[in-house]
């Protein structure tokens, strides 16, 4: 998924930002984000929502920012950092999703090397649907396809009996299901903004 969502062949639109969200003197995020959203195909607003996800660094970054905090009543720094709401509120968006997941790139047996699964050089600005899309016309970035089939969330379980295993036997048990994961459905409804941390 991650893939999919911070490669810029997948958009119809990317924007660079102005400068480095860390550098408080020359990057303007306010006008990265809204060049962002402008760039987005429209979409109903009660049919779907606006979301900015970022990376853990580069949230920390813009939550910092003098132009965020000089959004807030009063401006400067009254208040600490900006939450997540107060900054979707700020800037537009229904909300935002930041991720510190980590993946260990290291080989089998060598000393842990971790890096963030979301790049911290982006930031993406996705429409997606409210709910559960339906219909041909549901406005969507990406989806994952799964086939449906009876049972809870689409599982196929299939379960027999294993009289050889235990002291009395078990039971086996398989949990299957057919999916296509994170397949760019409609590229115009989002935007990345790249060179930002």
């Keep these: 998924v991650a893939a999919v969502i911070d490669a810029t062949g997948n958009y119809a639109a990317t ?13 303007t995020p306010i006008k990265d984000l809204q060049t962002a959203i ?14 900015l996800g970022l990376a853990l660094e580069t949230w920390q970054a813009l939550s910092r920012h003098p132009e965020i905090l000089g959004l ?28 510190s ?19 911290t050089t982006i930031a ?25 089939v009876t049972g809870p969330e689409g599982w196929l379980v299939t379960e027999w009996d294993m009289p050889e295993y235990g002291v009395r036997g078990g039971t086996g048990i398989k949990c299957s299901t057919s999916e296509d994961a994170a397949k760019v459905l409609q590229n115009d409804m989002g935007t990345l903004v790249t060179g930002i941390l």
């Design 15 to 27: 924007a660079a930002g102005t400068a480095a969200w860390s550098n408080h003197s020359t990057s």
């Design 38 to 51: 402008a760039s987005i195909a429209p979409g109903g607003d009660t049919e779907t929502e606006l979301v």
């Design 72 to 99: 807030r009543s009063g401006g400067g720094q009254v208040g600490g950092v900006v939450t997540l709401e107060e900054a979707a509120k700020f800037l537009g968006f229904d909300r935002i999703v930041v991720s």
């Design 101 to 119: 997941l980590q993946k260990n790139t290291a080989n089998r047996a060598l000393t842990a090397v971790y890096a963030r699964v979301w790049s």
């Design 124 to 148: 993406r600005v996705i429409r997606r649907p409210k709910g559960q899309p339906s219909g041909a016309d549901a406005m969507c970035f990406a989806g994952t396809f799964r086939q449906k």
